[in-house]
């Protein structure tokens, strides 16, 4: 099932060129008071949202995809954990540009781990990227992004995929500089998720997924998850053994070769074999 949210909070289900608004399914949600609990309160209960979408989808009302707004499909993940460096040609790119990525930050996956994304930089691909500082250079990164679906820590990687609510295209929009990698990463708007999660069930073996993003109908990147140093598996066992992950985290994998710059004007679009594509609007910072 492809799960969307859009326009003023609408919950959606995908179906060729249409969505259906399923907006009722959201009442089966438990009620909560302050403070909130931690994580997505949809995610953690997809399964019963997923039922309550089988009952409303055939009286649902429908609207072409293209007339609405489409938001992050993870409202509030308490992290965004992610990947550097993760693919292997990415790597060698830039350690060979010293002059774009500083060198203490151009160290292999192993040794610098896993960085962390304020969540207040998460939105749709309808909200598009406010680029803050146009006097630097801001580059895109396409990456799988994995959504948690129910507390997980200290998982075996043996296990690992059975906690993953579903997949999304997820953009780590990066401003270059000597910055700590979570500072430049963390501007709001410079993560992109969408268009939609598509539940685990119809992305079975998300290690063999291409993937591709344009800008201006130029071919940046285009690459292949099973070309990832440390695969989906292997990243969920270590981020669990640090920290808990809770419904709705979103874990993004990293990024291939080929990042580059953007400007405002530029409109990107990034595709994902078993998941869709979509179109982000890159424009200037009010």
């Not at 060729?16 to 949600?29: C, M, N, P, W, Y």
């Not at 609990?37 to 072409?64: C, F, H, Q």
């Not at 040794?111 to 598009?128: Q, Y």
């Not at 998720?193 to 993937?211: N, Q």
Request: proline content about 7%; hydrophobic content about 40%; overall charge negative.
């Amino acid at each position: 099932m492809r799960i969307c949210r859009f326009d003023n909070n609408r919950l959606g289900v995908v179906e060729g060129d249409e969505i259906l608004d399923v907006t009722d399914a959201i009442k089966v949600l438990p009620p909560v008071r302050w403070p909130l609990p931690i994580g997505d309160l949809l995610i953690a209960n997809l399964p019963r949202v997923v039922e309550e979408i089988g009952r409303l989808r055939g009286s649902a009302r429908r609207m072409p995809l293209t007339s609405v707004t489409l938001l992050s499909p993870v409202a509030n993940p308490s992290k965004i954990a992610a990947a550097p460096v993760n693919y292997l040609k990415h790597f060698q790119e830039a350690e060979a540009d010293p002059a774009t990525f500083a060198r203490h930050h151009v160290k292999r996956i192993e040794e610098v781990g896993i960085f962390l994304k304020a969540v207040s930089s998460l939105v749709g691909p309808g909200e598009g990227v406010k680029i803050r500082f146009p006097d630097r250079r801001n580059d895109h990164e396409i990456e799988l992004a994995v959504i948690i679906g129910r507390t997980c820590n200290k998982v075996s990687r043996e296990d690992a995929l059975k906690y993953v609510a579903g997949y999304a295209i997820g953009l780590d929009m990066t401003l270059r500089g000597p910055e700590e990698r979570s500072m430049r990463k963390s501007i709001d708007s410079y993560t992109v998720l969408g268009p939609w999660l598509v539940t685990a069930d119809e992305i079975p073996d998300p290690t063999r997924l291409s993937f591709e993003l344009t800008v201006n109908g130029e071919v940046r990147q285009s690459a292949n998850t099973r070309d990832l140093v440390i695969g989906i598996p292997q990243l969920i066992e270590w981020c669990s053994s640090y920290y808990t992950l809770h419904p709705g985290d979103v874990l993004l994998t990293g990024t291939p070769e080929g990042v580059g710059p953007v400007v405002p004007g530029d409109r990107m679009a990034a595709r994902f074999d078993g998941i869709g594509e979509m179109e982000i609007a890159v424009s200037l910072a009010a």
